[in-house]
Protein backbone atom coordinates (compact mmCIF):
# COMPACT_ATOMS: atom_id res chain seq x y z
CA UNK A 1 0.00 0.00 0.00
CA UNK A 2 1.14 3.38 -0.98
CA UNK A 3 -0.12 5.14 2.66
CA UNK A 4 -2.43 3.68 5.49
CA UNK A 5 -4.38 6.90 5.23
CA UNK A 6 -8.42 6.14 4.93
CA UNK A 7 -9.16 9.67 5.63
CA UNK A 8 -6.89 13.20 6.17
CA UNK A 9 -9.38 16.07 6.29
CA UNK A 10 -8.49 18.54 9.12
CA UNK A 11 -11.06 17.30 11.75
CA UNK A 12 -10.67 13.54 10.56
CA UNK A 13 -7.59 10.82 11.07
CA UNK A 14 -8.47 7.43 10.26
CA UNK A 15 -5.93 4.69 9.26
CA UNK A 16 -5.72 1.26 8.31
CA UNK A 17 -2.64 0.31 11.15
CA UNK A 18 -1.04 -3.32 9.96
CA UNK A 19 0.52 -5.41 12.88
CA UNK A 20 1.94 -8.36 12.70
CA UNK A 21 0.47 -11.23 15.31
CA UNK A 22 1.85 -14.43 15.40
CA UNK A 23 3.91 -14.27 11.72
CA UNK A 24 0.42 -12.79 9.78
CA UNK A 25 -0.41 -9.72 9.10
CA UNK A 26 -3.26 -8.24 10.60
CA UNK A 27 -5.00 -4.59 10.29
CA UNK A 28 -7.23 -2.83 12.36
CA UNK A 29 -8.75 0.51 12.12
CA UNK A 30 -7.37 3.64 14.27
CA UNK A 31 -7.64 7.46 14.34
CA UNK A 32 -10.85 9.59 15.15
CA UNK A 33 -13.99 7.84 16.21
CA UNK A 34 -11.81 4.52 16.57
CA UNK A 35 -8.57 3.65 18.71
CA UNK A 36 -5.68 5.74 19.17
CA UNK A 37 -2.88 6.01 16.61
CA UNK A 38 -0.01 3.68 17.96
CA UNK A 39 3.45 5.02 19.34
CA UNK A 40 5.54 6.11 16.41
CA UNK A 41 2.65 4.89 13.42
CA UNK A 42 2.98 7.39 10.56
CA UNK A 43 -0.02 6.51 7.77
CA UNK A 44 2.11 8.23 5.17
CA UNK A 45 5.03 5.37 5.43
CA UNK A 46 3.55 2.83 3.07
CA UNK A 47 5.15 -0.71 2.51
CA UNK A 48 5.68 0.33 -1.43
CA UNK A 49 6.88 3.07 -3.32
CA UNK A 50 7.88 3.25 -7.11
CA UNK A 51 7.51 -0.53 -7.27
CA UNK A 52 9.91 -0.67 -4.67
CA UNK A 53 8.10 -2.94 -1.77
CA UNK A 54 8.69 -3.92 1.97
CA UNK A 55 7.63 -6.78 3.63
CA UNK A 56 5.38 -5.47 6.78
CA UNK A 57 5.66 -9.13 8.17
CA UNK A 58 9.90 -9.65 7.64
CA UNK A 59 10.85 -6.24 6.60
CA UNK A 60 13.05 -7.57 3.39
CA UNK A 61 12.80 -4.92 0.66
CA UNK A 62 12.12 -6.16 -2.78
CA UNK A 63 13.43 -4.08 -5.81
CA UNK A 64 11.31 -3.07 -8.60
CA UNK A 65 12.92 -5.41 -11.32
CA UNK A 66 11.58 -8.31 -8.77
CA UNK A 67 8.68 -6.78 -8.23
CA UNK A 68 7.14 -6.39 -12.02
CA UNK A 69 8.28 -9.78 -12.59
CA UNK A 70 6.68 -11.51 -9.32
CA UNK A 71 3.46 -9.79 -11.68
CA UNK A 72 4.26 -10.11 -14.68
CA UNK A 73 4.47 -14.07 -13.94
CA UNK A 74 1.05 -13.92 -12.39
CA UNK A 75 2.67 -14.40 -8.66
CA UNK A 76 1.14 -11.32 -7.15
CA UNK A 77 -2.21 -11.18 -5.61
CA UNK A 78 -4.43 -8.97 -3.58
CA UNK A 79 -6.12 -8.66 -0.46
CA UNK A 80 -9.58 -6.89 0.72
CA UNK A 81 -8.46 -4.47 3.14
CA UNK A 82 -11.17 -2.49 4.57
CA UNK A 83 -14.60 -1.64 4.09
CA UNK A 84 -16.24 2.01 3.16
CA UNK A 85 -19.50 2.81 4.51
CA UNK A 86 -21.62 6.10 3.58
CA UNK A 87 -24.71 7.12 4.75
CA UNK A 88 -25.35 8.71 1.12
CA UNK A 89 -23.42 11.32 -1.68
CA UNK A 90 -21.22 13.74 0.56
CA UNK A 91 -22.61 11.65 3.31
CA UNK A 92 -20.52 10.71 6.69
CA UNK A 93 -18.03 7.84 6.18
CA UNK A 94 -17.19 4.75 8.77
CA UNK A 95 -14.65 1.99 8.21
CA UNK A 96 -14.23 -1.49 9.36
CA UNK A 97 -12.02 -4.44 8.64
CA UNK A 98 -13.06 -6.35 5.45
CA UNK A 99 -13.89 -10.07 6.71
CA UNK A 100 -14.01 -13.95 5.14
CA UNK A 101 -17.48 -12.89 4.46
CA UNK A 102 -16.81 -10.04 2.55
CA UNK A 103 -14.11 -11.77 0.41
CA UNK A 104 -16.42 -14.69 -0.20
CA UNK A 105 -18.98 -11.91 -1.69
CA UNK A 106 -16.21 -11.44 -3.99
CA UNK A 107 -14.94 -14.20 -5.16
CA UNK A 108 -18.54 -15.98 -5.74
CA UNK A 109 -18.78 -13.58 -8.50
CA UNK A 110 -16.08 -15.33 -10.62
CA UNK A 111 -18.16 -18.35 -11.30
CA UNK A 112 -20.87 -15.77 -12.37
CA UNK A 113 -18.34 -13.79 -14.82
CA UNK A 114 -17.28 -17.17 -16.34
CA UNK A 115 -20.82 -18.43 -17.13
CA UNK A 116 -21.74 -15.23 -18.44
CA UNK A 117 -18.87 -14.14 -20.56
CA UNK A 118 -19.11 -17.62 -22.47
CA UNK A 119 -22.95 -17.07 -23.07
CA UNK A 120 -21.97 -13.50 -24.18
CA UNK A 121 -19.08 -14.42 -26.53
CA UNK A 122 -21.43 -16.61 -28.45
CA UNK A 123 -24.00 -13.92 -28.44
CA UNK A 124 -21.91 -10.75 -29.46
CA UNK A 125 -19.37 -12.40 -31.31
CA UNK A 126 -16.62 -10.66 -29.14
CA UNK A 127 -15.30 -11.48 -25.36
CA UNK A 128 -17.54 -9.06 -23.27
CA UNK A 129 -14.36 -8.41 -21.31
CA UNK A 130 -12.14 -6.82 -23.50
CA UNK A 131 -8.92 -8.45 -24.80
CA UNK A 132 -7.63 -5.92 -27.16
CA UNK A 133 -3.96 -4.89 -25.90
CA UNK A 134 -2.56 -1.81 -24.03
CA UNK A 135 -0.05 -0.04 -25.79
CA UNK A 136 3.32 -1.57 -24.49
CA UNK A 137 5.58 0.61 -26.74
CA UNK A 138 4.65 3.88 -24.64
CA UNK A 139 6.19 3.20 -21.08
CA UNK A 140 5.97 7.03 -20.84
CA UNK A 141 2.38 6.73 -20.39
CA UNK A 142 1.46 3.31 -19.88
CA UNK A 143 2.50 1.31 -16.78
CA UNK A 144 0.17 -1.35 -16.42
CA UNK A 145 2.03 -3.77 -19.04
CA UNK A 146 4.90 -3.92 -16.96
CA UNK A 147 3.13 -5.78 -14.60
CA UNK A 148 1.82 -8.08 -16.98
CA UNK A 149 -1.12 -6.37 -17.03
CA UNK A 150 -1.51 -6.09 -20.58
CA UNK A 151 -5.05 -6.42 -21.94
CA UNK A 152 -7.80 -3.28 -21.18
CA UNK A 153 -10.30 -5.64 -19.78
CA UNK A 154 -6.62 -6.84 -17.18
CA UNK A 155 -7.07 -3.63 -15.68
CA UNK A 156 -10.57 -4.71 -13.76
CA UNK A 157 -11.38 -7.02 -11.23
CA UNK A 158 -13.66 -9.97 -11.21
CA UNK A 159 -16.62 -8.03 -10.05
CA UNK A 160 -15.46 -4.85 -12.15
CA UNK A 161 -15.95 -6.93 -14.92
CA UNK A 162 -19.17 -8.41 -14.02
CA UNK A 163 -20.69 -5.37 -13.34
CA UNK A 164 -19.63 -3.75 -16.58
CA UNK A 165 -20.45 -6.42 -18.74
CA UNK A 166 -24.12 -6.59 -17.15
CA UNK A 167 -24.19 -2.92 -17.81
CA UNK A 168 -23.11 -3.61 -21.04
CA UNK A 169 -25.70 -6.19 -21.76
CA UNK A 170 -28.51 -4.18 -20.62
CA UNK A 171 -27.72 -1.40 -22.72
CA UNK A 172 -27.89 -3.69 -25.60
CA UNK A 173 -31.34 -5.31 -24.50
CA UNK A 174 -32.57 -1.91 -23.77
CA UNK A 175 -32.30 -1.12 -27.62
CA UNK A 176 -34.82 -4.06 -28.42
CA UNK A 177 -37.41 -2.96 -25.61
CA UNK A 178 -37.54 0.97 -26.57
CA UNK A 179 -41.37 0.81 -28.54
CA UNK A 180 -40.53 3.51 -30.90
CA UNK A 181 -40.22 3.27 -34.73
CA UNK A 182 -38.00 6.06 -35.15
CA UNK A 183 -34.54 4.24 -35.36
CA UNK A 184 -32.73 7.27 -34.89
CA UNK A 185 -34.51 7.97 -31.69
CA UNK A 186 -33.63 4.46 -30.68
CA UNK A 187 -29.66 4.97 -31.72
CA UNK A 188 -29.35 7.97 -29.65
CA UNK A 189 -31.31 7.12 -26.12
CA UNK A 190 -28.94 3.71 -26.40
CA UNK A 191 -25.82 5.59 -27.34
CA UNK A 192 -26.28 8.14 -24.38
CA UNK A 193 -26.63 4.34 -22.11
CA UNK A 194 -23.52 3.42 -23.71
CA UNK A 195 -21.71 6.79 -22.49
CA UNK A 196 -22.63 6.45 -19.37
CA UNK A 197 -21.21 3.03 -18.91
CA UNK A 198 -18.04 4.30 -20.55
CA UNK A 199 -17.79 7.22 -17.48
CA UNK A 200 -19.01 3.99 -15.20
CA UNK A 201 -15.81 2.17 -16.09
CA UNK A 202 -13.55 5.42 -15.33
CA UNK A 203 -14.63 5.15 -11.89
CA UNK A 204 -14.78 1.10 -11.75
CA UNK A 205 -11.28 -0.61 -12.65
CA UNK A 206 -7.93 -1.25 -10.33
CA UNK A 207 -6.21 1.97 -11.05
CA UNK A 208 -9.04 4.05 -8.84
CA UNK A 209 -7.32 5.24 -5.73
CA UNK A 210 -9.06 6.85 -2.99
CA UNK A 211 -8.44 10.80 -2.31
CA UNK A 212 -8.10 10.67 1.30
CA UNK A 213 -8.18 14.44 1.83
CA UNK A 214 -11.72 14.25 0.22
CA UNK A 215 -12.95 11.07 1.23
CA UNK A 216 -13.94 10.08 -1.73
CA UNK A 217 -12.84 7.64 -4.72
CA UNK A 218 -10.76 9.63 -8.14
CA UNK A 219 -11.50 8.47 -11.24
CA UNK A 220 -9.01 6.46 -13.34
CA UNK A 221 -7.83 8.97 -15.30
CA UNK A 222 -6.02 10.86 -12.29
CA UNK A 223 -3.84 12.23 -14.74
CA UNK A 224 -3.66 12.02 -18.90
CA UNK A 225 -1.55 8.19 -18.39
CA UNK A 226 -2.62 4.75 -17.49
CA UNK A 227 -0.84 4.38 -14.37
CA UNK A 228 -0.38 1.61 -11.86
CA UNK A 229 -2.07 1.75 -8.54
CA UNK A 230 -0.61 -0.24 -5.09
CA UNK A 231 -3.94 -0.04 -3.63
CA UNK A 232 -7.40 0.73 -4.88
CA UNK A 233 -10.83 1.20 -4.51
CA UNK A 234 -13.82 -0.82 -5.46
CA UNK A 235 -16.94 1.09 -5.29
CA UNK A 236 -20.52 -0.19 -5.54
CA UNK A 237 -21.91 0.81 -8.36
CA UNK A 238 -25.75 0.69 -7.18
CA UNK A 239 -24.94 2.98 -4.05
CA UNK A 240 -24.99 6.66 -3.71
CA UNK A 241 -21.30 6.87 -3.59
CA UNK A 242 -19.37 8.47 -6.10
CA UNK A 243 -18.77 6.71 -9.10
CA UNK A 244 -21.64 4.75 -8.90
CA UNK A 245 -24.15 4.56 -12.42
CA UNK A 246 -26.63 6.49 -11.39
CA UNK A 247 -24.53 9.70 -10.81
CA UNK A 248 -22.65 8.13 -14.38
CA UNK A 249 -26.02 8.91 -15.53
CA UNK A 250 -26.50 12.26 -14.27
CA UNK A 251 -23.36 13.53 -15.40
CA UNK A 252 -24.50 12.54 -19.16
CA UNK A 253 -27.71 14.42 -18.67
CA UNK A 254 -26.10 17.61 -17.42
CA UNK A 255 -23.94 17.12 -20.51
CA UNK A 256 -26.90 16.66 -22.60
CA UNK A 257 -28.64 19.86 -21.25
CA UNK A 258 -25.51 22.22 -21.80
CA UNK A 259 -24.88 21.07 -24.88
CA UNK A 260 -28.54 21.16 -26.30
CA UNK A 261 -28.74 24.56 -25.26
CA UNK A 262 -26.99 25.61 -28.84
CA UNK A 263 -30.16 24.43 -30.45
CA UNK A 264 -32.14 27.08 -29.11
CA UNK A 265 -30.50 29.68 -30.89
CA UNK A 266 -31.84 30.44 -34.29
CA UNK A 267 -28.12 30.09 -35.68
CA UNK A 268 -28.46 26.08 -35.15
CA UNK A 269 -25.00 23.91 -34.26
CA UNK A 270 -23.60 21.85 -36.34
CA UNK A 271 -20.75 18.71 -35.58
CA UNK A 272 -18.67 17.15 -38.10
CA UNK A 273 -15.45 15.41 -37.72
CA UNK A 274 -12.72 15.28 -39.90
CA UNK A 275 -8.56 15.81 -40.01
CA UNK A 276 -7.43 19.06 -38.84
CA UNK A 277 -5.27 19.06 -42.32
CA UNK A 278 -8.61 18.44 -44.71
CA UNK A 279 -11.12 20.42 -42.96
CA UNK A 280 -14.82 20.36 -45.03
CA UNK A 281 -15.13 23.90 -45.51
CA UNK A 282 -14.78 25.98 -48.57
CA UNK A 283 -12.06 28.81 -48.94
CA UNK A 284 -13.40 31.84 -46.92
CA UNK A 285 -15.71 30.38 -45.37
CA UNK A 286 -15.63 30.59 -41.76
CA UNK A 287 -15.51 33.48 -39.35
CA UNK A 288 -13.37 32.45 -36.46
CA UNK A 289 -11.80 29.11 -35.59
CA UNK A 290 -10.99 28.06 -32.15
CA UNK A 291 -8.44 25.35 -31.23
CA UNK A 292 -6.85 23.79 -28.27
CA UNK A 293 -3.80 21.78 -30.66
CA UNK A 294 -1.61 18.77 -29.17
CA UNK A 295 1.68 19.74 -27.13
CA UNK A 296 4.72 17.25 -28.65
CA UNK A 297 4.77 13.92 -27.01
CA UNK A 298 2.62 15.23 -24.09
CA UNK A 299 -0.52 13.37 -24.08
CA UNK A 300 -0.94 10.35 -26.27
CA UNK A 301 -4.55 10.78 -26.49
CA UNK A 302 -5.51 8.60 -29.08
CA UNK A 303 -3.98 5.56 -27.44
CA UNK A 304 -5.49 6.84 -24.17
CA UNK A 305 -8.93 6.82 -25.64
CA UNK A 306 -9.35 3.13 -26.45
CA UNK A 307 -9.77 2.44 -22.48
CA UNK A 308 -13.26 3.80 -23.71
CA UNK A 309 -13.33 2.56 -27.30
CA UNK A 310 -12.93 -0.96 -26.14
CA UNK A 311 -16.21 -0.90 -23.92
CA UNK A 312 -17.86 1.64 -26.44
CA UNK A 313 -17.69 -1.50 -29.05
CA UNK A 314 -19.54 -3.92 -26.49
CA UNK A 315 -22.20 -1.05 -25.92
CA UNK A 316 -23.05 0.67 -28.81
CA UNK A 317 -20.93 -1.34 -31.69
CA UNK A 318 -24.01 -3.32 -33.21
CA UNK A 319 -25.67 0.25 -33.56
CA UNK A 320 -22.36 1.79 -36.30
CA UNK A 321 -20.72 -1.19 -37.50
CA UNK A 322 -18.40 1.47 -39.70
CA UNK A 323 -17.28 3.04 -36.36
CA UNK A 324 -15.53 0.24 -34.71
CA UNK A 325 -14.46 -2.34 -37.28
CA UNK A 326 -10.67 -2.12 -35.99
CA UNK A 327 -9.52 -3.12 -32.96
CA UNK A 328 -8.57 0.02 -31.25
CA UNK A 329 -8.88 3.50 -32.33
CA UNK A 330 -7.13 4.99 -35.54
CA UNK A 331 -3.66 6.76 -34.87
CA UNK A 332 -1.78 7.32 -38.22
CA UNK A 333 -3.27 10.65 -38.59
CA UNK A 334 -2.71 12.10 -34.72
CA UNK A 335 -0.42 14.95 -35.18
CA UNK A 336 1.67 14.26 -31.73
CA UNK A 337 5.60 13.34 -31.44
CA UNK A 338 4.40 9.35 -30.85
CA UNK A 339 8.35 8.74 -31.50
CA UNK A 340 9.65 10.24 -28.43
CA UNK A 341 7.75 7.43 -26.36
CA UNK A 342 7.35 4.67 -29.21
CA UNK A 343 10.80 4.88 -30.80
CA UNK A 344 9.13 2.52 -33.71
CA UNK A 345 6.92 5.59 -34.89
CA UNK A 346 7.99 7.76 -37.74
CA UNK A 347 5.94 10.12 -36.38
CA UNK A 348 9.06 12.31 -35.02
CA UNK A 349 9.53 15.55 -33.78
CA UNK A 350 10.16 16.91 -37.47
CA UNK A 351 6.41 15.10 -38.53
CA UNK A 352 4.65 16.89 -35.90
CA UNK A 353 6.07 20.18 -36.89
CA UNK A 354 4.97 19.58 -40.42
CA UNK A 355 1.42 18.65 -39.69
CA UNK A 356 0.98 21.01 -37.26
CA UNK A 357 2.16 23.80 -39.92
CA UNK A 358 -0.34 21.90 -42.62
CA UNK A 359 -3.03 22.55 -40.09
CA UNK A 360 -2.60 25.99 -39.62
CA UNK A 361 -2.39 26.54 -43.38
CA UNK A 362 -5.74 25.19 -43.88
CA UNK A 363 -7.09 27.00 -40.70
CA UNK A 364 -5.81 30.23 -43.10
CA UNK A 365 -7.45 28.88 -45.93
CA UNK A 366 -11.06 28.46 -44.41
CA UNK A 367 -11.18 31.65 -42.43
CA UNK A 368 -12.47 34.79 -44.46
CA UNK A 369 -10.30 38.06 -44.39
CA UNK A 370 -9.72 39.55 -41.66
CA UNK A 371 -11.54 35.94 -39.89
CA UNK A 372 -9.66 35.55 -36.17
CA UNK A 373 -8.27 31.91 -35.10
CA UNK A 374 -7.70 32.14 -31.28
CA UNK A 375 -4.98 29.04 -30.39
CA UNK A 376 -4.92 27.93 -27.11
CA UNK A 377 -0.99 26.95 -25.81
CA UNK A 378 0.48 25.45 -22.24
CA UNK A 379 3.92 24.41 -23.69
CA UNK A 380 6.75 25.72 -21.65
CA UNK A 381 9.64 24.83 -24.10
CA UNK A 382 10.79 27.75 -25.87
CA UNK A 383 11.75 25.06 -28.79
CA UNK A 384 8.07 24.14 -29.03
CA UNK A 385 6.75 28.06 -28.68
CA UNK A 386 9.13 28.72 -31.70
CA UNK A 387 7.75 25.86 -33.92
CA UNK A 388 4.01 27.12 -33.19
CA UNK A 389 4.98 30.69 -33.81
CA UNK A 390 6.78 29.78 -37.03
CA UNK A 391 4.06 27.78 -38.44
CA UNK A 392 1.71 30.68 -37.76
CA UNK A 393 3.69 32.93 -40.02
CA UNK A 394 4.44 30.34 -42.63
CA UNK A 395 0.23 30.04 -42.74
CA UNK A 396 -0.10 33.33 -43.54
CA UNK A 397 -1.78 34.39 -40.11
CA UNK A 398 -0.70 37.50 -38.06
CA UNK A 399 -0.35 37.37 -34.74
CA UNK A 400 -1.95 40.85 -32.66
CA UNK A 401 -1.82 39.49 -29.51
CA UNK A 402 -1.71 36.67 -26.72
CA UNK A 403 -3.11 36.59 -22.92
CA UNK A 404 -2.63 33.85 -19.93
CA UNK A 405 -5.56 32.77 -18.79
CA UNK A 406 -5.75 30.19 -15.71
CA UNK A 407 -7.69 27.79 -17.18
CA UNK A 408 -5.48 24.69 -15.83
CA UNK A 409 -6.05 22.87 -12.55
CA UNK A 410 -2.97 23.84 -10.15
CA UNK A 411 -3.07 20.81 -9.19
CA UNK A 412 -3.64 18.17 -12.20
CA UNK A 413 -0.45 16.00 -11.49
CA UNK A 414 0.82 16.35 -15.41
CA UNK A 415 0.50 20.38 -14.31
CA UNK A 416 3.44 19.05 -11.30
CA UNK A 417 5.33 16.90 -13.93
CA UNK A 418 5.11 17.96 -17.57
CA UNK A 419 6.62 20.68 -19.56
CA UNK A 420 3.38 22.66 -19.43
CA UNK A 421 2.36 26.10 -17.93
CA UNK A 422 0.83 27.22 -15.12
CA UNK A 423 -1.81 28.91 -17.09
CA UNK A 424 -2.81 28.49 -20.39
CA UNK A 425 -1.78 31.30 -23.14
CA UNK A 426 -4.42 32.37 -25.73
CA UNK A 427 -2.99 33.29 -28.90
CA UNK A 428 -4.86 35.67 -30.87
CA UNK A 429 -3.77 35.72 -35.17
CA UNK A 430 -6.40 37.27 -37.70
CA UNK A 431 -6.02 36.49 -41.59
CA UNK A 432 -4.82 39.87 -42.46
CA UNK A 433 -2.16 41.68 -44.29
CA UNK A 434 1.42 41.96 -43.09
CA UNK A 435 3.37 44.72 -42.23
CA UNK A 436 6.49 45.95 -44.37
CA UNK A 437 9.64 44.38 -43.17
CA UNK A 438 11.06 47.19 -40.63
CA UNK A 439 14.92 48.13 -39.59
CA UNK A 440 16.03 46.51 -36.66
CA UNK A 441 16.83 49.33 -34.90
CA UNK A 442 13.24 50.94 -35.04
CA UNK A 443 11.82 47.42 -34.81
CA UNK A 444 13.94 47.23 -31.39
CA UNK A 445 13.20 50.40 -30.20
CA UNK A 446 9.08 49.95 -30.93
CA UNK A 447 9.31 46.65 -29.28
CA UNK A 448 11.01 47.51 -26.07
CA UNK A 449 8.58 50.45 -25.51
CA UNK A 450 5.59 47.76 -26.19
CA UNK A 451 7.16 44.97 -23.85
CA UNK A 452 7.42 47.57 -21.06
CA UNK A 453 4.11 48.15 -21.65
CA UNK A 454 2.97 45.08 -21.85
CA UNK A 455 4.78 42.88 -18.61
CA UNK A 456 3.85 45.56 -16.62
CA UNK A 457 -0.05 44.59 -17.49
CA UNK A 458 1.16 41.40 -16.95
CA UNK A 459 2.88 41.58 -13.50
CA UNK A 460 0.40 43.72 -11.98
CA UNK A 461 -2.20 41.50 -13.16
CA UNK A 462 0.00 38.65 -11.06
CA UNK A 463 1.16 36.86 -13.93
CA UNK A 464 5.11 35.43 -12.87
CA UNK A 465 7.53 32.88 -14.16
CA UNK A 466 7.57 31.44 -17.91
CA UNK A 467 4.27 32.56 -18.35
CA UNK A 468 5.25 35.88 -17.56
CA UNK A 469 7.44 36.19 -20.51
CA UNK A 470 5.89 33.37 -23.29
CA UNK A 471 2.81 35.71 -22.52
CA UNK A 472 4.08 38.84 -24.18
CA UNK A 473 5.21 37.14 -27.22
CA UNK A 474 2.15 36.61 -29.09
CA UNK A 475 2.12 40.86 -30.12
CA UNK A 476 5.93 40.87 -30.75
CA UNK A 477 6.45 38.46 -33.05
CA UNK A 478 10.42 38.68 -33.47
CA UNK A 479 11.80 35.13 -34.08
CA UNK A 480 15.12 36.05 -31.91
CA UNK A 481 12.65 36.81 -28.69
CA UNK A 482 12.45 32.86 -28.35
CA UNK A 483 16.25 33.20 -27.09
CA UNK A 484 14.92 35.32 -24.31
CA UNK A 485 13.01 32.56 -22.00
CA UNK A 486 16.08 30.20 -22.15
CA UNK A 487 18.71 32.70 -22.40
CA UNK A 488 16.15 34.36 -19.09
CA UNK A 489 16.66 30.94 -17.04
CA UNK A 490 20.05 30.36 -17.45
CA UNK A 491 21.19 33.88 -16.58
CA UNK A 492 18.83 33.32 -13.38
CA UNK A 493 20.03 30.06 -12.31
CA UNK A 494 23.03 29.35 -13.80
CA UNK A 495 24.74 32.84 -13.57
CA UNK A 496 22.57 33.45 -10.33
CA UNK A 497 21.74 37.28 -11.74
CA UNK A 498 18.94 37.50 -9.54
CA UNK A 499 17.40 41.22 -9.26
CA UNK A 500 16.72 42.81 -5.52
CA UNK A 501 14.22 45.29 -5.61
CA UNK A 502 11.98 47.32 -3.35
CA UNK A 503 9.21 48.67 -5.87
CA UNK A 504 6.98 46.71 -8.41
CA UNK A 505 8.41 49.06 -11.06
CA UNK A 506 12.48 48.47 -10.14
CA UNK A 507 10.78 44.11 -10.03
CA UNK A 508 9.81 44.90 -13.79
CA UNK A 509 12.69 47.18 -14.61
CA UNK A 510 15.26 44.41 -13.14
CA UNK A 511 13.46 41.53 -14.50
CA UNK A 512 13.61 43.36 -18.35
CA UNK A 513 17.15 44.33 -17.81
CA UNK A 514 18.56 40.81 -16.96
CA UNK A 515 16.23 39.45 -19.98
CA UNK A 516 18.03 42.09 -22.36
CA UNK A 517 21.22 41.30 -21.37
CA UNK A 518 20.99 37.57 -21.27
CA UNK A 519 19.90 37.63 -24.83
CA UNK A 520 22.61 39.74 -25.61
CA UNK A 521 24.96 37.45 -23.77
CA UNK A 522 23.52 34.52 -25.57
CA UNK A 523 23.10 35.48 -28.82
CA UNK A 524 26.88 36.56 -28.39
CA UNK A 525 27.52 32.82 -27.28
CA UNK A 526 25.78 31.17 -30.13
CA UNK A 527 27.67 33.83 -32.62
CA UNK A 528 31.10 32.69 -31.25
CA UNK A 529 31.01 29.39 -30.94
CA UNK A 530 28.50 28.23 -33.16
CA UNK A 531 26.60 26.38 -30.91
CA UNK A 532 22.86 26.66 -29.07
CA UNK A 533 22.67 28.57 -25.80
CA UNK A 534 21.19 25.42 -24.89
CA UNK A 535 23.68 23.04 -26.13
CA UNK A 536 26.09 25.42 -24.66
CA UNK A 537 24.99 25.44 -21.06
CA UNK A 538 24.56 21.42 -21.34
CA UNK A 539 28.12 20.98 -22.62
CA UNK A 540 29.68 23.27 -19.99
CA UNK A 541 27.53 22.47 -16.75
CA UNK A 542 29.35 19.44 -15.82
CA UNK A 543 32.91 21.32 -15.56
CA UNK A 544 33.07 22.22 -12.56
CA UNK A 545 35.99 23.43 -10.09
CA UNK A 546 35.86 22.62 -6.23
CA UNK A 547 37.80 24.13 -3.00
CA UNK A 548 38.23 21.49 -0.42
CA UNK A 549 39.67 22.76 3.13
CA UNK A 550 42.51 20.64 4.77
CA UNK A 551 43.41 21.48 8.26
CA UNK A 552 42.35 25.16 7.50
CA UNK A 553 44.14 25.65 3.95
CA UNK A 554 41.76 25.57 1.01
CA UNK A 555 43.01 23.51 -1.92
CA UNK A 556 41.66 24.27 -5.61
CA UNK A 557 40.38 20.85 -7.35
CA UNK A 558 40.63 22.15 -11.23
CA UNK A 559 38.51 20.59 -13.73
CA UNK A 560 39.52 18.52 -16.14
CA UNK A 561 38.71 20.28 -19.43
CA UNK A 562 38.17 17.74 -22.40
CA UNK A 563 39.58 18.93 -26.01
CA UNK A 564 36.40 19.60 -27.43
CA UNK A 565 35.11 21.68 -24.47
CA UNK A 566 38.34 23.19 -24.80
CA UNK A 567 37.88 23.97 -28.26
CA UNK A 568 35.09 26.03 -27.56
CA UNK A 569 36.44 28.17 -24.62
CA UNK A 570 38.92 29.22 -27.16
CA UNK A 571 36.37 30.66 -29.21
CA UNK A 572 35.21 32.72 -26.56
CA UNK A 573 38.58 33.79 -25.45
CA UNK A 574 39.35 34.88 -29.24
CA UNK A 575 36.04 36.56 -29.27
CA UNK A 576 36.71 39.30 -26.51
Known amino acids: MRSFWLSKRDKKKVAVYPSVKKGKLEFQIVGT ?32 DTTRKIFKDGKASQRMIAIIQSSGRGGCKSYRIAGQKDEEVYFSSSKILQDMRERLINQWGIDPVPDEQVSETMPGGFHTPAYGMNTWGSLFNLRQQLA ?29 LGLAVDRLADYNSTLCVWHNTKDLIAHTFGRQAIQMAWDYVEVNPFSNSTGNFAGAFEYLLKVLDHCSQALSHANKSGISQSSATRLPFADGELDAIFTDPPYYYSVTYADLSDFFYVWLKRTVGFLYPEFFTAPLTPKDSEIIEKNFWDKTSSHDKRWYEKMMGDALKEAYRILKPEGIIVIVYAHKTTEGWETLINSILDSGLVVTSSWPINTEMATRLIAKESAALASSIYIVARKMPRHPTGFYNDVRTELQKHLDAKLHRLWEEGIGGADFFIAAIGSAIDHQLFQVEATFRMAKTDLKARPIYHRKRDAIEAHLTIVLAAMAVGRNIEYLTGISIKQFVKILRPIRSGIVTINGSEVVAEPEVPEGVAGILKKLSLGH
Do not use: H, M, Q, W
Open 164 to 192: LITFSNAVRKAYEKIESENEDFKKAIVTY
Open 33 to 64: GYEKFPNNFNPDNGSVARAVATCPVCGNVIDD
